[in-house]
T-cell receptor, first 112, second 119 residues
């Protein structure tokens, strides 16, 4: 079946540190991959996406590369800020109906 | 911008009550979804709908039902609320198949969530 596994949190970093949140997936065929972010008290927002192998999604300094050979889509940022503190969800979609399969989320806290 | 709104941010109900959670989207999206979010479990799909009056069960439909009488509105119904349904409920919508920004990528747009407490 379709599933997403992401690293468990919480992750705590100092401002300007390098961030990696690991995400691997199981799916048949060629899924689309997403990272969503949820700021405190809010719903989820799309952070970035990639639709085919070797695509790199990027937004707000975050990047993730769709690696089919390792079935991974790790999220990275070179220098985190306090405002990046949020919960990050990795997700995949295999259907044109738009159904998403989510990982369990990773809580990130950035200290000044 | 796509806007997905949910009728309440916070709701407190008693065990056994019938509860309605409403979701409205303003972008003419075909697909709508209801999730619940619990710590350590992430988002779990309850029901989704790909057209008016159509519905499909998600991963955890037990104890819930849905209604989609109009394209823009998708309601989640707890027929008899129980304490284990205390959770954050998130609604989302996405474009259907076809051309246009976002459709090909199945991007979902989320509402702010309703935090439901059942006492």
């Amino acid at each position: 079946g379709n599933s997403v596994t992401q690293m468990e949190g919480p992750v705590t970093l100092s401002e300007e540190a390098f961030l990696t949140i690991n995400c691997t997936y199981t799916a048949t065929g060629y899924p689309s991959l997403f990272w969503y972010v949820q700021y405190p008290g809010e719903g989820l927002q799309l952070l970035l996406k990639a639709t085919k192998a070797d695509d790199k999604g990027s937004n707000k300094g975050f990047e993730a590369t769709y690696r089919k050979e390792t079935t991974s889509f790790h999220l990275e940022k070179g220098s985190v800020q306090v405002s990046d503190s949020a919960v990050y969800f990795c997700a995949l979609s295999r259907s044109t109906l738009g159904r998403l399969y989510f990982g369990r989320g990773t809580q990130l806290t950035v200290w000044p | 911008d796509v806007k997905v709104t949910q009728s309440s941010r916070y709701l407190v109900k008693r065990t056994g009550e019938k509860v309605f959670l409403e979701c409205v989207q303003d972008m003419d999206h075909e697909n709508m979804f209801w999730y619940r979010q619990d710590p350590g479990l992430g988002l779990r799909l309850i029901y989704f709908s790909y057209d008016v009056k159509m519905k499909e069960k998600g991963d955890i439909p037990e104890g819930y039902s849905v209604s989609r009488e109009k394209k823009e509105r998708f309601s989640l119904i707890l027929e008899s609320a129980s304490t284990n349904q205390t959770s954050m409920y998130l609604c989302a919508s996405s474009p259907g198949t076809g051309s246009g920004s976002g459709r090909r990528y199945n991007e979902q747009f989320f509402g702010p969530g309703t935090r439901l407490t059942v006492l």
